[in-house]
């Protein structure tokens, strides 16, 4: 039995593209009194201009800020930082990576399916990506990586709201949800959003995703679950959003399964391992909470291309819904192969 997910230091890579504000959001994370004891991992400190003000202590690479937190720059290696990082004094509340502005997030968020020591001791929570709101449309036409760390997120951060109309703000909204329907989005000013909604989120545990976004299993769910999926009038939403476009991006897909029937794991991990070996480089990001067939507790996993991750969480709660639900993003998914592969792997 693998150690328990929860011992385990929670990671936040964070990206965005260049000029989004993540900069912003580091430095707060950096200087803020918010009592939590994070490590900022960063590629270059010359473009945070961290206050010298609020350094206490430097050696090489790592400044210990007086909140607490430290940070220290990829020169180089991430796992070599990682491991450096994992045997300081004191353990830290969470660690934080930046990616630069141009890159894909994945190679950064594969780090942590790889290095044996890396994944003893640490853990994916979420993929967190800051979008310019102005700026993004045009990103999004001109630039892949802007896409890719759209699709990626777990949790989108869409900042300088104040400098658009209301009507390109829902047109960008339209945009990123055509990418990516199931990321928490926060909207912000100058990145003010909570920490707490940023770092630490679990956001590898579904359950989250469905509290806050109901249409999450609108997306394509299996057909005896119809009648119940597409009313969602009752929790006060407007799902017509007053008449917005609904991008579907042509490049990029989303595909959502359910079944309240428990699966076979004899089945279903060999199937979603052979998936993701074969058609990994079209899956961004995979994560879904499995009910087994004779086995009270809940299985999660999520995945980055072909690499995967997953563990018992928990017990199935008293009266709790045992159904399994997946999510798959990516670019030309198969998705009757994938439909079909579900399937037979459904306990009859």
Not at 278 to 284: F, N, P, Y
Not at 306 to 316: A, N, P, S, V, Y
Request: glycine share 8%; net charge negative; aromatic share 6%.
């Amino acid at each position: 039995m693998p150690s328990p997910t929860l011992q385990k230091i929670p990671v936040t890579v964070l990206t965005g593209y260049l000029g989004a504000g993540k900069t912003t959001l580091l430095n707060r994370i950096l200087s803020e009194n918010h009592g939590k004891k994070y490590a900022v991992i960063v590629n270059e400190f010359g473009e945070i201009g961290i206050d010298n003000d609020l350094i206490i202590g430097a050696d090489e690479e790592v400044f210990e800020m007086n909140n607490g937190c430290v940070c220290c720059t990829v020169r180089g290696d991430l796992v070599r930082i990682l491991d450096g990082l994992m045997k300081r004094k004191g353990k830290f509340d969470a660690i934080i990576v930046e990616t630069t502005g141009l890159a894909d997030p994945a190679p950064v968020a594969q780090t942590f399916f790889v290095d044996e020591d890396v994944q003893k001791n640490a853990r994916l929570d979420a993929v967190v990506t800051v979008a310019d709101a102005k700026w993004l449309s045009d990103r999004l036409k001109d630039a892949p990586e802007a896409k890719n760390q759209i699709a990626f997120a777990d949790v989108i951060v869409l900042n300088k709201t104040d400098l658009v109309s209301k009507a390109e703000l829902a047109e960008v909204e339209a945009r990123i949800r055509g990418i990516n329907p199931y990321a928490k989005l926060h909207r912000t000013e100058r990145c003010k959003v909570k920490l707490s909604d940023v770092l630490e989120r679990g956001a590898f545990d579904l359950d989250r995703i469905l509290d806050i976004e109901p249409d999450f299993l609108e997306a394509g769910s299996d057909h005896e679950h119809h009648d119940h999926d597409h009313h969602h009038g009752h929790d006060g939403h407007d799902h017509g959003h007053g008449g917005l476009k609904h991008y579907h991006d042509e490049e990029m897909q989303s595909l959502a399964l359910r079944t309240d029937k428990p699966l076979d794991p004899t089945k279903f991990m060999p199937w979603l391992q052979n998936l993701v070996a074969s058609e990994g480089q079209k899956i961004l990001r995979s994560k879904g909470i499995l009910a087994f067939s004779d086995d009270d507790d809940r299985y999660v996993f999520q995945g980055v291309h072909m690499m995967l991750e997953g563990d018992h969480q928990r017990k199935w709660k008293e009266g709790e819904a045992r159904e399994s639900r997946l999510v798959f993003i990516g670019r030309e998914l198969p998705e009757q192969i994938i439909r079909d592969g579900f399937e037979s792997c459904i306990t009859s």
